[in-house]
Every structure is written in C-alpha cells, then in structure tokens.
C-alpha cells in the first residue's frame, strides 16, 4: 500500500536565490575551480595551476574556499602560517617561494586538525571576507579552489562574484565523475558564469620508472563531455605517483617535476586563451 505517496513526481526546482552583492576587489582575472564530485584532485590541480602560472611571471593569487577541508595551504607547504593585516586593517596574504599569495582558512585554525563547524551563513561571511577584506591589489589572477560539488560555498562565491572570468571544472575519467561533472556544467549555466574549459585529472598512469603511460582508468571522457556541451577542453593531467609524495612533503609537484609542468603549461596556455581581454 502506497497511501498518498506520488511516486515519479518530479523534484522541486532548484531554489538558486537572487544574485548576491557583486563584491570589490583588485584583480585583474578571476577564475573558479569546482568540481562535480569530491577527490578527484581539484586542490591538487588549483595549487599546481597557480605555481605554474606564477612561474610565467604572473601575480596569482590563490584562495581555498574549500572551508572545511582546506588542503591547498598543506600541499604548498604554508599550513603553520599565520595571516595577519595591515596597518589598514588589510588582511595579508600569506607569500609562497612559488610566487603564490595565499588565503586558506587553514591558516586562521589553532591546528592543522582543527575542525570548522560552521553553518552556511557563517561560511559567506568568511568567504566574503576572504575577498574583499584580503589585499590582493596588484594580483593579475586570483584562483578561487572551491569545495566539492555544487552547494552552498560555490553558490555563495558565485554570486558574490557574477564578473568571475569563469569556471575550470575538474573530473577524472571514471562514469561517475563524468556524470557529476555535467552537473557541474549545468551548475555553471545555471548560475550565469562562463565555464573556461574541463580538465581530465589522473588520466593515464606515467610510470616513474620507465616513462611509460598506461590507461589505468579510461581515458577522453573530459574531451568527449567537452564536445557534447560546446565548452573548451584544456587539457589532462596524468596520474603520477610523484604527485602524491610531493604533495604529502608540502612540495607543489610542478615546482620539481618537468613532465609535470609540461602538462600543466599547456593547460595554462588553452586557460589564458579563454580569458576576457582588459
Ligand atoms: N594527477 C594525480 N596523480 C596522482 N595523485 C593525484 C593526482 N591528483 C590528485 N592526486 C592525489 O589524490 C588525492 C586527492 O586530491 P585532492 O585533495 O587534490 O582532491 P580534491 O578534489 O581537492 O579533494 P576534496 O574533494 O577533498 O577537496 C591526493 O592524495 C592527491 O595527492
């Protein structure tokens, strides 16, 4: 017996809320990294993006919006920092050797462990802070690595920001990723943000040893989503073990590894290409 239960009715609409307060601060070029599902590299990809556009001679800036989980401060090496501000009452970014400024709620955490138990509210709050309180003058690009999925943080950045160049979205080649990854797509189209292109994370295992590349996972789902929904694709990024040591030591692996940053120029080139002219 079903009693009043309607089965196959159609899910409410999704409620995005009106477009928040577009927010000031000095950057050139904004970009906004999400991905569909969680673990599929994003704060890996956004870190090393940064570093390897920094290593081209521009000023990036790099804020983990990811405010519960925020890893990009442990993968640069800078989790024991602390932010300070000015005599302007100006929040400092934290300075990398890679020529990175950085903002993570890691750096405001008494320790690394610390949780952030916070509701949605408290989190735009923060998010706001972190860009319109933070001196990023001067900065020609600020990467914006934002949590997993498409809930209440990428909403909030988004509608803080509707003039953000655009949206990178990370997958990796597995169905399930591909799948969450259209949701990003649709995410993006829903919210009004132009989508710069798609980036196949872990796709194809290079061996350290030989140099040897095997499709350990199936490899062009990023490209075959790329051209099913008319948005650029900017490249792939292989699964290397190296990525993971580094990381773990505090070491963006694009800093010491020349294949590596290969892989990452030419995703930075495609990136810069697909970005508003002055
Ligand atoms: N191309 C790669 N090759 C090998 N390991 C990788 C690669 N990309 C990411 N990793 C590893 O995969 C793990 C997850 O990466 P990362 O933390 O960047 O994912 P994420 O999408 O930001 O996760 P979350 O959803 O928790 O924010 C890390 O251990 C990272 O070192």
Same mark, same amino acid.
């Given at each position: ?58 000023? =990036?800036?790099?804020?983990?919006? /990811?405010?519960?989980?925020? @890893?990009?401060?442990?993968?640069? $090496?800078? %989790?024991?920092?602390? #932010? ?49 309180? =933070?001196?990023?003058?001067?900065? /020609?690009?600020?990467?914006? @690595?934002?949590?997993?999925?498409? $809930?209440? %943080?990428?909403?909030? #950045? ?72 008319? #948005? ?47």
């Amino acid at each position: 017996m079903t009693g009043n239960i309607k089965i196959n009715e159609p899910p409410p609409r999704p409620q995005i809320g009106p477009p928040g307060k577009s927010l000031k601060y000095n950057v050139k070029h904004t970009i906004l990294v999400m991905s569909g599902k969680g673990g599929v590299g994003k704060s890996t990809f956004s870190t090393n993006l940064a570093v390897t556009l920094a290593s081209q001679g521009l000023k =990036v800036g790099l804020l983990d919006a /990811d405010i519960s989980g925020p @890893d990009d401060a442990k993968i640069l $090496g800078i %989790e024991n920092e602390k #932010i300070y501000g000015d005599e302007n009452g100006k929040i400092l970014p934290v300075e990398t050797k890679y020529g990175v400024n950085v903002i993570s709620m890691a750096m405001t955490l008494p320790t690394f462990d610390t949780p952030v138990i916070w509701r949605g509210s408290i989190r735009h709050k923060a998010l706001q802070q972190f860009l319109e309180d =933070v001196k990023w003058d001067g900065r /020609d690009l600020l990467v914006i @690595d934002l949590p997993p999925g498409t $809930g209440d %943080e990428p909403l909030s #950045i988004c509608q803080m920001i509707p003039n953000a160049d655009g949206i990178i979205i990370v997958i990796t080649p597995q169905d399930v990723a591909l799948l969450d990854a259209k949701k990003a797509i649709n995410f993006a189209r829903k919210v009004n943000i132009p989508i710069l292109g798609i980036v196949e994370n872990m796709s194809g295992f290079i061996c350290p040893h030989c140099g040897y590349e095997t499709d350990i996972f199936k490899k062009g789902g990023a490209e075959k989503i790329a051209q099913e929904y008319n #948005i650029p694709y900017l490249g792939n990024i292989p699964l290397m073990p190296e990525i993971v040591e580094d990381s773990d030591a505090g070491i963006p692996a694009v800093s010491k590894n020349e294949k590596l940053m290969e892989f990452f120029k030419k995703v930075s080139e495609n990136l810069l290409k697909n970005l508003k002219n002055d």
